[in-house]
């Protein structure tokens, strides 16, 4: 529900350009936050919220989209239109009880090489597939924090499917951001585009590159995972709010205190437990034998950990032949 209908029920309309402006789109959105983070728009009084919330309430009639309790019966139908979307590995959907999930954070994490992009450039272009295809027949948005990504992956992967390689470029928004703010601006922007447009995939690749090289030393520390706790936070919201599959890659470091075997060196997904708690889905990304990859399912509400094999062609990542 878009949020100029709460004009219908006493907002001003100028209230409600200045919730815009700070990246409120949907009546959800507003409900979604505290009141505390409201009173952070600039013009807002407590008197304002106040009534902004007391509207929100007469507009959502549903008791779950106010926090409310529901039935489990109840719960089970509201996430039948979850979307699983293909990996474009049969392998890899299998593990993942069909593919990547809407109204989820699955995290990605792995070494440097091991796939994690490549992934995000097949899941890009599977989420403009039909249904029927395992896709989402939506857009995608695309945070690229590294520079890793290119164009011509994507039209390689979409002439693998038989899609105009042309269209599926418009259909793929890309924010090529430089700092931990920038990218949270990005997120910000995105969203308005979210409330007027059909999406179904949000990438961050990688989510930590920013918040690991802008906050150094044990000093900070405290202020980078109250900053990246806040950013997962809106991402979960997001998701929810729109139906979304978040698909966040991210990077590992040298693990001093854990055991070595057979020569490898044990590594671990930075972010620490903030980044851990917010993920839904954590899958780990690793090289394997040749030119396999291999998919380890870590953490999942409703999956298994398993092993799935994949390889990376011309046409992005398939199952080994």
């Given at each position: 529900m878009c949020i100029d209908s709460l004009q219908?029920?006493?907002?001003?309309?100028?209230?409600?350009?200045?919730?815009?402006?700070?990246?409120?789109?949907?009546?959800?959105?507003?409900?979604?936050h505290s009141k505390s983070n409201l009173l952070d728009v600039r013009g807002f009084s407590d008197?304002?919220?106040?009534?902004?919330?007391?509207?929100?309430?007469?507009?959502?009639?549903?008791?779950?989209?106010l926090g409310g309790f529901v039935t489990a019966a109840t719960f089970r139908e509201m996430r039948k239109d979850v979307v699983r979307i293909t990996t474009g590995s049969k392998a890899v959907d299998e593990v993942l009880a069909g593919g990547i999930q809407t109204r989820s954070i699955t995290e990605i994490h792995g070494e440097w090489r091991c796939g994690k992009t490549q992934l995000c450039h097949?899941?890009?272009?599977?989420?403009?597939?039909?249904?029927?295809?395992?896709?989402?027949?939506?857009?995608v948005a695309y945070i690229d924090t590294e520079g890793t990504f290119r164009s011509e992956r994507i039209l390689e992967i979409a002439e693998r499917y038989g899609m105009d390689g042309e269209a599926v470029l418009e259909n793929i928004m890309i924010a090529r951001t430089f700092t931990h703010e920038q990218m949270e601006d990005a997120l910000l922007a995105i969203a308005g585009k979210m409330a007027e447009e059909p999406f179904k995939l949000l990438i961050v690749d990688s989510v930590m590159a920013h918040y690991r090289v802008d906050f150094t030393g044990r000093g900070e520390l405290s202020g980078r995972q109250q900053r990246l706790g806040q950013?997962?936070?809106?991402?979960?919201?997001?998701?929810?709010?729109?139906?979304?599959?978040?698909?966040?890659?991210?990077?590992?470091?040298?693990?001093p205190g854990a055991m070595a075997f057979a020569g490898v060196e044990p590594k671990k997904p930075i972010g620490g437990h903030v980044l851990a708690h917010a993920s839904t889905i954590r899958l780990c990304v690793r090289k394997g034998r040749a030119e396999a990859r291999v998919l380890k399912v870590m953490q999942g509400p409703d999956l298994k950990e398993q092993d799935a094999e994949f390889m990376i062609s011309n046409g992005g990542v398939v199952d080994i032949e």
């Open positions: 219908s029920f006493g907002v001003s309309a100028t209230d409600l350009k200045k919730a815009k402006e700070a990246g409120f789109n949907t009546v959800r959105s507003l409900v979604m008197a304002k919220v106040d009534k902004l919330l007391e509207a929100c309430k007469k507009a959502l009639s549903n008791p779950s989209e097949t899941l890009a272009v599977s989420t403009q597939l039909p249904f029927e295809m395992g896709g989402g027949y939506a857009k950013f997962m936070s809106k991402l979960s919201k997001l998701a929810d709010e729109f139906n979304l599959a978040i698909v966040c890659t991210n990077q590992v470091q040298s693990d």
